[in-house]
């Protein structure tokens, strides 16, 4: 247990640091008077003492941390600081610990899914920090990305000459993970704002304004209203949140870049973006179609909004909805929610494998078609005009491999507990890929809480696990990682 000091004093800070998060929403209901003070108040109280017991008791436990205990460290963060996070649901709503842990854990993977109704008459605090969550989870996948995922070998920051444009090939960014962090999350400041003040000007409320752009930047999906963004029926609305929920589901290194640079070059060379985006604009011009030709909606223009919308939305996994396309034709409800097993770039605060895997996967296929035609032949895997390693190539074709097995998995464990197959299906695909709404019984016109208790906690393991990509959590249940 000694070893395990210094990084439970590391932790320790971090709780520090995260109820210091808290006392944004306890002021703000201090300030606004609705009530959920308390709660706040009480949750703060909890986690800086926790904080501070485990940082002071263990100060001189001091020293570099290994690899093995960065792992430990972020499955520790993932799955305790909800614990914390939940506090001010169970103590200002009332409601069980499992839906609400399942709430705080939805936040802070940046997931959307619900358990909550009534949200237009809930205090402003409980939705601002329900928001606030995805914001700071949004770009908490991004450092982790940049940090610890590579260290797995499973297309993460060793495939940034590969799927990164520019000066980054040779400079990592920037030398040091600490300054490579602090550009980003600026960039991710920069973009939060600019949406907030847009959803502003084009008629939110200022707070309405601030707790959707918390929401959109991180691709998390809660809304401050039952009718999520319906409830606002606005197309000038609906275009701004589209435009940034696809800013969010490129690499934000890919931003920092352009606007390190002051350059559009970046974009233009980024080897996941032409995919993104091509993939994005031939589903939505294919869908349209499809329910115009059922006149599912009485235009075509009218047809291309909805569909545009809800595609761009479920495909980048934020999930916000302005109808319920639970009604649509079921093929139209499987794709887009296909769409987000893979759409989302490295790098990005979106869920799902990531399109640069998506590409490595889909080229390494073509490859063995041509050496099963051609067995001489040397025909090597390369995104833009780089090969991918050999290393690489198998670290991404073993996450594939995982990833199916853990969907295949988890659907039949829900289907055991009595569930339809469609719901146990869509459920643990939205969780997984952190999408949040699925179909049928957790479709856009439901939420999770007609699931049982069981069946939450396996849904809150699948958000848990498509946030930490599935390895970084795998690997600290091994019994190879707790041997000496």
């Known amino acids: 247990m000694h070893r395990f000091y210094p990084l439970l004093r590391v932790f320790g800070a971090l709780l520090i640091g995260f109820s210091l998060c808290l006392l944004v929403p306890m002021g703000l209901s201090w300030y606004v ?20 017991i485990l940082f002071l008791g263990l100060y001189r436990e001091a020293r570099e941390m290994k690899v093995r205990d960065g ?35 939805s936040g802070l993977t940046a997931t959307g899914a619900t358990v909550l109704s009534g949200l237009d008459q809930m205090p402003l605090s409980i939705n601002f920090w329900r928001t606030f969550m995805h914001w700071i989870g949004g770009m908490g996948v991004v450092v982790l990305a940049v940090a610890i995922l590579p260290l797995l070998g499973i297309g993460g920051r060793q495939m940034f000459k590969a799927e990164v444009p520019g000066p980054m090939k040779e400079a990592s960014l920037t030398p040091r993970i600490a300054e490579t962090a602090k550009g980003l999350w600026r960039v991710y400041l920069l973009l939060t704002i600019a949406c907030g003040l847009t959803l502003w000007q084009l008629g939110m409320e200022p707070w309405d304004a601030l707790m959707h752009a918390f929401s959109v930047l991180g691709l ?26 696809l800013l969010s589901g490129i690499n934000y290194a890919t931003h920092f870049m352009a606007l390190h640079g002051r350059s559009l070059n970046p974009y233009r060379k980024d080897a996941e973006a032409p995919y993104f985006l091509g993939v994005l604009a031939a589903s939505i011009l294919a869908l349209s179609i499809y329910l115009w ?44 929610l296909f769409l987000g097993s893979f759409i989302a770039c490295s790098g990005s605060t ?15 296929v073509y490859r063995e078609l041509i050496c099963a035609m051609h067995p001489s032949a040397l025909w090597p895997v390369r995104i833009k005009r780089s090969v991918v ?26 289907s055991f507990t009595g569930l339809d197959i469609v719901t ?28 049982t208790d069981f069946q939450t906690w396996v849904c809150t393991f699948a958000m848990l696990l498509g946030r930490l990509e599935i390895f970084t959590l795998l690997v600290v249940l091994t019994p190879a990682f707790w041997r000496k």
């Open 350 to 364: 979106g869920g799902g494998i990531k399109m640069i895997r998506a590409m490595i996967l889909y080229k390494q």
């Open 293 to 336: 030709s059922l006149d599912v909606f009485s235009s075509f223009g009218e047809t291309l909004r909805y569909v545009a919308f809800h595609t761009i939305s479920l495909a980048t996994s934020l999930g916000l909805a302005t109808a319920d396309y639970g009604q649509w034709p079921f093929f139209a409800q499987i794709w887009m």
């Open 33 to 52: 008077a609705d009530g959920a003070h308390t709660a706040f108040d009480t949750a703060f109280l909890a986690t800086l003492l926790s904080g501070s």
């Open 71 to 105: 792992f430990l460290l972020v499955v520790l963060v993932w799955t305790v600081l909800p614990l914390f996070a939940c506090l001010p649901f169970i103590i200002q709503l009332g409601i069980s610990p499992t839906d609400a842990y399942f709430e705080a854990m």
């Open 389 to 414: 390693p050999q290393n690489v190539l198998s670290g991404v074709m073993a996450f594939g491999f995982i990833y199916m097995v853990s969907i295949v998995s988890l659907t039949l464990l829900m």
């Open 220 to 245: 998390g999906g809660f809304s401050s209203k039952d009718a999520s963004l319906g409830h606002f029926n606005s197309l000038e609305i609906e275009l701004a949140v589209m435009f940034f929920a």
């Open 424 to 451: 146990s299906f869509s459920a643990v695909v939205a969780c997984i890929n952190n999408t949040g709404p699925g179909l049928n019984l957790v479709g856009p016109s439901s939420n999770f809480s007609v699931l």
